[in-house]
Antibody, heavy 120, light 110 residues
């Protein structure tokens, strides 16, 4: 069974960098699939941040692209998110997920989510 | 403002059938298949439907998806109280080059 687990600071100061890691178990990232990050502000809907392949190939949400970096560490079977220059608007639950095969790019396995609050 | 449009809420009685619409454009829903997710309170979204009405293992056939032009629909038959949740549609937008979601629909089972 594929499992994903987000980890990282729950509180980040404005203008600083948000960093999260997603540890994957039950499946080797090197075997394939894209892996992604999605966030959900409190009481609001889902927003896709970006996705990465095990080779390191990435694609990002154009609205966040200038501030986002997603990287992968196949030796640790994990991938990471960095979001720079954060503001209160970046406060959200951040989910990592696997992108299943399909033209709708469905996310079939999700982590439990990590709440990150941006506040001084 | 979400790229895909969903009604904020729908409701129906137990045992009844409900449909949740998802409206998009020629660059997303019309061009690509749609995925549907169920999010129970305090939990991560769960994939219900993807591509041409495919269901991941364990998802009952009470859940179904369809698409016509720029609109997609999630159907749920035999409603149960456990179906009370937020439902989201999502797909790839070829113009934006991004995965886009609807704003979500809260289903209440009366």
């Amino acid at each position: 069974q594929v499992q994903l687990q987000e980890s990282g600071p729950g509180l980040v100061k404005p203008s600083e960098t948000l960093s999260l890691t997603c540890a994957v178990s039950g499946y080797s990232i090197s075997s394939g699939y894209y892996w992604g990050w999605i966030r959900q502000p409190p009481g609001k809907g889902l927003e896709w941040i970006g996705s990465i392949y095990h080779s390191g190939s990435t694609y990002y949400n154009p609205s966040l692209k200038s501030r986002v970096t997603i990287s992968v560490d196949t030796s640790k079977n994990q991938f990471s998110l960095k979001l720079t220059s954060v503001t209160a608007a970046d406060t959200a639950v951040y989910y990592c997920a696997r992108v299943a095969l399909g033209s709708s790019l469905p996310f079939d396995y999700w982590g439990q989510g990590a709440l990150v609050t941006v506040s001084s | 403002q979400s790229v895909l449009t969903q009604p904020p809420s729908v409701s129906a009685a137990p045992g009844q059938t409900v449909t949740i619409p998802c409206s998009g454009t020629s660059s997303n829903v019309e061009k690509n298949y749609v995925s549907w997710y169920q999010q129970l309170p305090g939990t991560a979204p769960k994939l219900l439907i993807y591509d041409r009405n495919k269901r991941p293992s364990g998802i009952p056939d009470r859940f179904s998806g369809s698409k016509s032009g720029t609109s997609a629909t999630l159907g749920i038959t035999g409603l149960q109280t456990g179906d009370e949740a937020d439902y989201y549609c999502g797909t790839w937008d070829s113009f934006l080059s991004a995965v886009v979601f609807g704003g979500g629909t809260k289903l209440t089972v009366l």
